[in-house]
Every structure is written in C-alpha cells, then in structure tokens.
C-alpha cells in the first residue's frame, strides 16, 4: 500500500488524486490504511528486529523465502523521508546478514571440532564473528552430544561448558577418566569438571561438574549407581542428556504432555539423587534434555527450592537467571514467565503486597562495545527491549492490567581501555542513549508504562568493576551510576556506592521499592482513567525538554525542570514535598523550565487534578489549593497550566448517619403505603455534634424521636472536603479565577483524562485546550443523561465531549494522542509566549534569516494557505513559505475551516497568524443519538468568506493571542466579506463578525494587516478589519498583486456602469464601426438593427473593459494615495520588510507600555512621543529605507539608556504631580506643605532614605 505513497514523498503531495491510476474506491482504501501508518511501522520494525536477532543469533534461520526477500527489497528502496527511514535501515540490515555465510550447521561445526586441539576450544567458545562464519549456539553443539565420536562429543560438552560460562573466570576444564567414577557410574558417557567465577570475582572459586547421559532411559541407572568426582564441593552441576525424543510441533498438546513427562521424570531423578547432591555441597543442578532436531529444553532445579525444578527459569540457559539478577528481584516479587529466550526473559511480578505490578525486561549480552559504540549499542538495545515490551503487553495474562515495565541490560564483556576515571564519562554515554531514545520514542516509552531503565557495564580493571547505570521516569530520566561492591563467592552485588555523591547504600535498599515504587497503585488508577498518574508529569516535561534541546543542537542545560511543589497551609501556599502522600486532590508546582527560548529559566505554575485522590472530584480543599495557585500565577504575572482529570465538583453524604437514620412507616405491615418521615433515635442523637442536623423533637409511645429537618453534616469527618453545595461554592469560585486568570495572564488547559462539570468549565474558560484523544470534556456522565431521558441513549463520554465534538466546535485547540505529545504541546506553545505579563514574546535566532525570499506564490485558483505559511513541495522542488522553515503550528484546525490560524515565527520573531482558506470546505454537525431519525449534516462553504464558525474562530484568536501571549499579530486579509444568507444570519454571523471589531480594538500589540499577492479585502471584510479600528496598533498593507474595494470588479461595473448603459455608451465612443452607424443613423439611415447586432457582439468585450476599469480603482497604488493602507509590498521581499517593521513596533510598543507603567496616567499616544524623540536620532542616521531595522536595533542594544529614560520621564511626572497636588492647595496653606516637604527630604537625605537620589 505505501509504494504509491512513498513514490511522493520529496515531490507534491498535493497531487495524490492526480496520480493515482485506479479508481476513486481504490484510492479511498489506501488512504484508509494509510492513517494506519505510524502503528503499521512500529509492528514491521519489531519483526524486522526480532527476525534479524534469530537470523544473528540463534542461527536458525538458514534462508529466507523469496516472496519475503521480494518484499525486503522493496522496504530498503524506500526513501529515508516519510517516516519510512527505520523500516529501510532494518530491511536493510537483514538482506546483508542474508547475503552473509550463516552461522555454522552442524556438520560444519563436527568438522571443527574433529580439527581443533583443546587449546583451540576456549576462542572457539567465545567467538562472535560480526562475518558470521564462525558463529554457533549452545542449541547446535547440544546436537552433537550424542555423537558417535568420542572425540567430539567431548570437545563439545567442553565449549558447551565454556559458552555457557562466557563472563565467567573458567579454569581446569578437565575430562574426568578415574576409574572408579567411570565404572561405578555406567550410564554416562562422559564426566567433565572445571573451577569457575562469577564476573568481577577472582579471589574464592566454584567447582562445576557435568555428567552427559545417552537418553532418559539412564535416569534409573544413574540413580542406582553415581559416582560424583571426588572433590571438596562441587556447587554446581550439569546433566546434560544427549538425546530426548522429539514431539510434533503440529500437536501443540501433544508436544505439552511430552515436556511435562520429561521434566516429572527428570524431578523424580533429581529428588532421588538429592542426599547425594546435599552430600557434596551442590546447590544447583542444570538439566538439559537434547530434542532431536528441536531446540533443547533446560530446566533448573535448586536446593533452596527443595531440589523441585524452578519453572520461572525454564528453558533459560543455566548462568542467565544470575547474570539477570533474576533471583533478586524474586525477594521482591512474584515472578510469572511470558517469553523467555537465549539472552533475554520476560516476566510478569506481583510484590509480595499485591500492590505493585511490573514487566521485567531482562537481558544479557556478551558482544563488546568500546566507549565509541557504547551510546548506540545502548539505544539499539533499548529499542529491542522496548519491541519485546510491546509483544509482551499482548499477552492475556496482562489483559485488564496496567503494570509498569522496567529495562535491565548486563552486558559482559569488560569496556576496552577503561578506568575508574571513566565512570562519569559512561554515566554521560549512558545518559545519551536514554535521552535518544526518549527524543525518539518519548511516545513509546509511555505507552509501554516504562519506569526504569538499568544497564549493568564491566569497567576493564582487574578484576573488573561493575558499574550500573540507572535512569527512572520519576527523575526525568536523568542517569546515575553506581559502582557495585560484589558478594567474593556469589559475585552478587551488596552494595551500591553512587559515583557523584560516593553515598553508599546496601543492596536490600536499593531493591526495595521506593518512593516512586509505592505509588504503583496510584498509578495503575491513573491509567484505569486514561491518565498519566499527575506526580510523573514533572518527569514529562524533562523528556519533552530534552527533546527539544536536542532538536535545537544545543549544549544541553542542567536541571531542566525545577519543580517545588506548593501545599495549602492555614489559607497561604507553602513550598512542600509530598511525594505523592497528599490527601487533596489538587496538586501544585511552581517550576522553572529551562527552555530553549529562555536557557536560564522561565517560571510556570502547574496545577494538575490527582484523579486517585477520590476520583478528582472538586471539593471544598481542592477549590481552595486551585484558587490560591491561579491568584499566585496572576500575581507574578506568570503562565498558569492547568493538568485536567477529574470528575466535577464533589457529590456525598454524611455517611455517619447512615447507619442510625430510622424510618416511620405509613403501615409497617405493608411498606408500600410509604413513609413518613425519617428520624434519629435519642441515644444516637446524643452522641452526634450540635449541628450534624436540624430536627425537632417528637415522642412516640414514651420513645424521643428527632425528625430529621435538615442534614447538616458539621463536625462530622465526612463532610470534611465538602459533600454538596459547598462544592459548587467552590466551583464558582475558580470558575470566577480562572475567567480573570485569562484576561490576565497566560492560561492553558490540558486534558489528559475526563473533564466534567466544573472540569469541563475550567478548560473552556481558560480558553486554551489540548486535548488528549482519551480527554472527554463533558457537563455530566452517560449514565446520568441516560436516567434523565428515560432510555439506554449514550454508550460512552467520548459521545458528548470526545474530539469528534471538541475539535470541530473550537474548544479544542489542538488534539495529542499521548501525554508525552501532550506535555510536548505545551512546551511548544509556551515557546511562543513571554517569560512575564511584562516582557514581549521570546526572540530565538533563526536559521531561516528573516532576508530569505518567499518562494511559494499564492495564485488566482484556490490553494491551500498552510503553503503560503508553512512551504511545500512541487514537483520535488521545496518551495519555502512565509514563515520560517518548520516554525509554523496550526490550531483550531477542526473548526471554523474557512480560516486558518496559529503561531509561527518571522526570522525568529514570534507571531499570531490568521489566514484564509481560498478553498470550499465542509462543515460537518454530528447526529444526535437521542433522535432516532438525526444523522449527521454537512454543509459547504466557500473559499474567502466569513461563516459564523470562522468569524467566531478568527475573535477567539485574535483574544488568544493579545492575552497573556502578547504577539505581534499577522492577518493575511483574503476575504469577499460574510456570508449573508437567511440561515448564517440566524447563525449570528453579525454578532460574531462584530466580535472580530471587539478583539482589534483591545488588540494591545502591533496588528499588521496584509493583503497578499492575488488576494482581494471587500466590503464588510475590510471594514472589520480597517485600521482605524485601533489606529495605535493597526497597520495595513497589500501586495501589488491584491486587490481591495468595496464590491468584486464585475458587481461594481454593474452598479458604476448603470447595467450595462454607459457600457454601451462607451462602445459607441470607442468603437470605429458604430461611429460609422451612428453617423449613417444620424442621416437618417436605418441601421438600428446593425447597431444592435454590433453592441451585442462587443458586449462582453467591453464588460471586461468595465471590469478592468472598476479594477484600477482597487489596486494598493490607490489604496497608499488615499492612506487605507501604509504601503505596497512584493510578496517574494516582504519577509525582511515586515520581519524588522514588525520588530520596530514591538520594540516601541514595549518601551511605550513601559512608560505607561511607570508614569500614571500617560496616554499610548504620548508615550509614542517620548519613543520617537528617544529613537529620532538613529532613524534620522539610517534613512528611510533602514529606519525600521536601525530604531529596532537600537533599543534592543541600548536597554540601560531606555530606561534612564524611562526614570527621568518618571521623575518629571512626579514632580509635575507635586507641583499640581500643591497648587491645589488653599494659598495659605501652600507655603506651610512646602516647607514641610522640604525639612523631609532634608531628614530623609540625611538618613539614606528613598529621597536621597531627588533634586
């Protein structure tokens, strides 16, 4: 399906219709399937890897079919674009290893050994030869232990033994021939003993021994008669058994009896010979059960198991467990297997408590790396790890489940050429790994819930020190390395000793859970919400933050994210760590983000619903937290980002009365008749607080009875929080906040889970929303409109308030499928807005100089505006647009469709983007599932007009960006005017066009209006949008291509040509032929008919010369003569013009705003003044041409001499103020103030005092 897509990509991908040969049905289908892209290359990447790892690894892939080889060749001939560049490189990776040797067969492998010395074996064992020519695996030397050669099965139990322990110190690997061991044990063919180490331990040896066995059938002989080496202590033991009778692999039950036949003799031999193996000191016995032409099985039976088998290792190779550190996390966890392979296990633990639920990744390498491959090794393993994570999460046993998953990697062979001096530097290679993998998979690794991540690396001293390096979700995945002390016999690690702080702690508490751990089951609620659990949001907006330094090819900063968490103390926020113990469901940080637009830092307040804390509801305590953190965002004049998930204001009861509350029945014999009243009886009632409840007091048959008037619920814990309309007090009053928030500072809201109620209220007051796919922002539950109307009408909360109603109605501003794409959203957006209320939009340099011509034309035909704003390829030409390469983001782009609006940036410079969409669109009204006969309606609309939705939508922009964003705004002006029609004027097209006015006139930035090149501003259209609307701030121009006016050129001609009249009176003027007539017509011809034959043929000729007369009148020659607009610009130049023209104005704007601050009462206009007179000096110096850039430049490199400035126009002030506040005064009173004054600031001079500094 993706040849005819990917045959675009680096051409036009506007012409997909045009070049698509089948049929439009056809088309349909791969678009379809398509949109499936994204998920479809993750699932081919991730059997692309696992089929090249068997290909590599296990060598049992011999040759690969040609229809498969057929389609691997057409993946490696994709491009590298399209997010088709993974897919390629992995198509490609396994064609080469294809065209390689394989690995060794069997019989390649007999022959080596028949030539080989036992000098040889150990390099033979160890071999990972990248040519594969070498390579085998312990499942094909398992095949030649039952060979006819004594020979070989010798050489190949000895490299079996050595592959086995590769990582470990392997000595005196010797074939036992003792007599009495070979006689008193007939059923083996061969005994074998060596002395090992576990890695990183040289000091104490173990003795191994391995006993090889023709079939089962020896089991019984075996028992009867074995005669184990005479050693002190042989620790660990292998039986290895030559050969066991194959199964079908068609049988899948067959095959399942047969293996757990083998494995119950096998645990009855091994318990049988159990006094003999404890007589010895064995602690392990590892059995392998050779399957002709099969994968052999191998089970592990240990004595602290009671010598029963250990069904968590099966068919592990016998060192894995330990190399895994399996057995430690078992202290911790139940372990259940998933998928367990040569190098790598899957399980599935439960700790001990039922709490805690996690996917263990695990893994063991022994292929080298150099600190030059190390990073890369790392990711490459870490995408693996991630693919065996995503099948794993398929597996029933996780259905229902959300555990998190944690990555562990041990790597054996020794780093080349290092020291200890290195252990920061492999902590940094460690650390970018991870943050590769975040940057290119941040998406991936919160979907698959992973936690931690620990690689295990060997450092080269001697013997080798174990480093492990560790990242964790919690922390951002910042890495930290801990060098490992070793158990001197077990070679398991005691103790962790952190390589920055030295601090050392032992290795129980290093795998007990911590703090992050014990919040499992908060986070498995979050999840069962649809959430990210909100204390990991912290940890997101690090991984999006590294991200985006990475992205911008900068050093990246320290600490990006500083989060100080901020706790509701006697009615004041105090700075508090909880740590994910709070008990309000409100959640508060004040945090510093070292972004790329501010690299030292920007402050935010984050306020996040804990939908665990009951269920995110909004109650008393919660309202206040969200109050005081919106009043603190306001007060410092900062970004407020509001995290929702919550299920509206709070909904309970007293529930200490529930069980004391009695009835009164009408007739207690027959309960139907109803009752009376409800009542506590006097005992109870003593015992509840003053006013728990309003009653008054009855007595029935000698009985006090206190009829219930009223629940109160004070004094009583229940009602801590807030159980009724207490809640709704609170509501209303964030509700309140957060409409003065916006108008105040900057808002945003993201929906990570459900919004309900005053939820859903929040989002849409702050204006602002991203919403995630799984994010309904609803009013009230399903279930409950489902009980209002009476019948099952609504299924679920995506019915009425999931994207397909969020995003076309303009709520939504922009949709994520993820938190991480969320969080991404967020940065993204507050890229485009200032560090405070007080300062201007961050500029970032560009690598797209502002000097760069426009390349993408806008054309008389429709076309798609994101071109003329964003570029695009033609004909595999890239044809660069307005804005800066990659900078422009749409949003709103599901509503209002016949406009396009968003932020972008113009050489760095931020702006506020409204365009127009010269195409038609459709706008689609959902049906209602509560009308029976209600289907979805859809309604067109013309290119260049103003609909109801979109008038609506350019306002609410136009707001959005003059609050809290303070942007420079930029209108590309392309409108015909509104639509007028019966239906979009009930729609409210005037209220809402009227709007457009309301927004420009409190527009306090530069608003630049430009009409582009063969585009045209009409009637009504041009009126909204008329600098003289807000003449401080409003500036126009137009294209020397663009047109404005009142009417379209041929509607005007009929009215200015009189319908055609002067039309022909201008034909009769102009036309040679009709002078003739009209001269014959004079004399007295008849010629009427010949006129009327001659008018009627030049007619539509001289219409057009109407037309193009009526055209003159709107073009910018005109529109500049009569000032409607500031000049006329070529659209390829106009990015440098209006880069610096723009940056002119925010400048002075800014400087101006300054003064209006510190001078009370100074007006814009002359504030203005004082700019010019402050500025007039380098705009004089440049001339007209450079005045933009040279005013600009200038009070961006002379900040201290602007605000000496600004101090004197404050001091002159002041003092005019005085001398108006003293002149006020009776003159008899004058003389008396001054003197007063002037013996204060003498006093006050003297002192230091804030006087000091005046005149």
Known sequence: NERFFASLVGGDETQTIQRFQGTPEELLSKILAHTGLRESLHIVSSLLRSLSSNFALEGAISALPMDLVAKLTELRALPDAGGYGQVKLLAQQLLTQMNKPLGMRREDLRDTLLKSTRKDLL?????????????????????????????????????????????????????????????????????????????????????????????????????ESWKIPAAPEITEIHILVAKVPSTSRKNSDESRVALCSAVSRTADMISSAAPMLDAKGCVVVNVMLAHAGHVPSYLHFHKASGWKEIPEYRNMRSTLPSLIELPQIQTEFTVSPLEHGRIFAMDFGVSKDKKTEV????????????????????????????????????????????????????????????????????????????????????????????????????????????????????????????????????????????????????????LRQPVEE???????????????????????????????????????????????????????????????????????????????????????????????????????????????????????GIP???????????????????????????????????????????????????????????????????????????????????????????????????????????????????????????????????????GPMILTGAEMLNKVLGQQVYT???????????????????????????????????????????????????????????????????????HMLAGVNVDGEWQAGFCDDGSFHEYLAGWGKSVVVGRGRLGGMPLGIVAVETRGMERRIPADPQEANSSDVVEIQAGQVWYPDSAYKTAQAIRDFNHGEHLPLLIFANWRGFSGGTRDMFAEVLKYGSMIVDALVEYKQPVTIYIPPNGELRGGAWVVLDPKINIEQIEMFADVEARGGILEPPAAAEVYFKKDKQVIEMMHRCDDALKQLDARQAKGEDVAREIQQREKLLLPVYQQ???????????????????????????????????????????????????????????????????????????????????????????????????????????????????????????????????????????????????????
């Open 796 to 866: 679920t909360m995506d019915q009425l308030g999931g994207p397909h109603i969020m995003v076309p109605n303009g709520v939504t501003h922009e949709l994520v499928q993820n938190d991480q794409d969320g969080v991404e959203a967020i940065l993204r957006w507050l890229s485009f807005v200032p560090q405070n209320v007080l300062t201007i939009p961050p500029m970032i340099s560009s690598r797209d100089p502002a000097s760069r011509r426009v390349q993408f034309t806008p054309t008389k035909s429709p076309y798609d505006p994101r």
């Open 518 to 636: 014990q919040r499992s089951s908060k986070r498995a609620t979050a999840r069962r919400a649809g959430s990210t659990y909100i204390y990991d949001f912290p940890a997101l907006f690090r991984i999006s933050l590294t991200k985006l330094w990475m992205q911008s090819c900068d050093k990246i900063p320290e600490k990006l994210v500083v989060a100080r968490e901020l706790v509701l103390q006697a009615g004041e926020l105090v700075e508090q760590e909880q740590l994910g113990n709070n008990r309000v469901g409100m959640v508060v940080w004040q945090c510093t983000l070292r972004t790329p637009e501010y690299p030292e830092g920007r402050e935010i307040i984050l306020i996040g619903n804990d939908v665990t804390v009951k269920a995110g509801s909004f109650g008393v305590e919660e309202s206040d937290v969200f109050h005081k953190a919106s009043e603190l965002a306001r007060k410092k």
């Open 640 to 774: 407020r980002v509001y995290i929702a998930c919550n299920s509206g204001a709070r909904i309970g009861g007293v529930e200490e009365l529930k069980s004391v509350v009695q009835v009164e029945w009408v007739d207690s014999d027959d309960l139907l008749k109803g009752f009376k009243y409800l009542y506590i009886p006097d005992a109870d009632m003593q015992k509840l607080p003053p006013q728990a409840v309003e009653s008054h007091a009855i007595s029935v048959n000698g009985e006090t009875r206190h009829v219930l008037d009223a629940v109160i619920g004070a004094g009583l814990a229940s009602t801590k929080g807030g159980v009724g309309v207490e809640c709704l007090q609170g509501s209303g009053l964030i509700a309140g906040e957060t409409s003065r928030a916006y108008e105040e500072t900057f808002t945003l809201s993201y929906a990570t889970g459900r919004s309900v109620g005053i939820g859903a209220y929040l989002n849409r007051l702050g204006q602002r929303n991203i919403q995630m796919v799984h």
């Open 359 to 510: 996917v263990f990744a695990r893994a063991a390498s022994h292929i080298a790396m150099g600190l030059d491959t190390l990073a890369s090794s790392i990711l490459s393993d870490l995408l693996t790890s991630c693919d065996f994570i995503e099948r794993a999460m398929l597996d029933p046993v996780l259905e229902n489940r959300h555990p998190a998953a944690k990555i562990f990697l041990h790597t054996l062979p020794p780093i080349p050429d290092t020291s200890p001096r290195d252990f920061r530097y492999l902590q940094v290679l460690f650390g970018s790994a991870v943050q590769q993998l975040m940057a290119e998979s941040g998406s991936r690794v919160l979907k698959l819930r992973i936690a931690k991540i620990e690689v295990k690396v060997w450092v080269a001293t001697s013997p080798p020190t174990a480093l492990r390096l560790m990242a964790e979700s919690s922390m951002g995945w910042e890495a930290v390395a801990f060098q490992e002390t070793l158990d001197t016999l077990t070679g398991s690690p005691i103790s962790f000793k952190n390589v920055e702080t030295q601090e050392v702690c032992r290795s129980i508490e290093m």
């Open 1105 to 1255: 010369v109407a037309w193009e007369y009526c055209d003159l009148h709107d073009r910018a020659p005109r529109m500049k003569s009569v000032g409607a607009i500031r000049d006329g610009l070529s659209w390829a130049g106009s990015r440098e013009y209006l880069h610096w023209r723009i940056r002119r104005r925010v400048q002075e704007n800014s400087v101006a705003r300054q003064l209006m601050r510190a001078v009370s009462g100074m007006s814009y206009a002359s504030a203005m003044e004082v700019v010019t007179d402050l500025c007039s000096e380098a705009a004089a110096a440049a001339g007209a041409e450079a005045e933009d850039r040279a005013v600009a430049t200038w009070i961006e490199e002379n900040r201290s001499e602007v605000q000496l400035r600004i101090e004197r126009e404050r001091q002159r002030a002041t003092e005019e103020e005085v001398y108006r506040l003293v002149s006020s005064l009776p003159a008899a009173r004058r003389a008396e103030v001054v003197r007063d004054l002037f013996g204060y600031t003498r006093v006050a001079a003297k002192a230091g005092g804030p006087t000091s500094g005046m005149a």
């Open 123 to 223: 390099a033979l064992a160890n071999s990972h030869d990248a040519e594969r020519r070498m390579y085998f695996g312990l499942d094909l030397i398992s095949s030649l232990f039952s060979d006819e050669d004594q020979s070989v099965r010798s050489k190949a139990v000895e490299v079996y033994i050595l592959r086995t322990y590769r990582g470990y110190t392997v000595q005196d690997v010797e074939t036992v021939d003792a007599k009495d061991v070979v006689d008193k044990t007939p059923a083996a063919q061969l005994h074998l003993t060596w002395t090992f180490a576990p890695p990183g331990v040289q000091q104490k040896t173990q003795k191994g021994y391995a006993i090889v066995l023709p079939d089962m059938s020896a089991y019984e002989s075996l028992v």
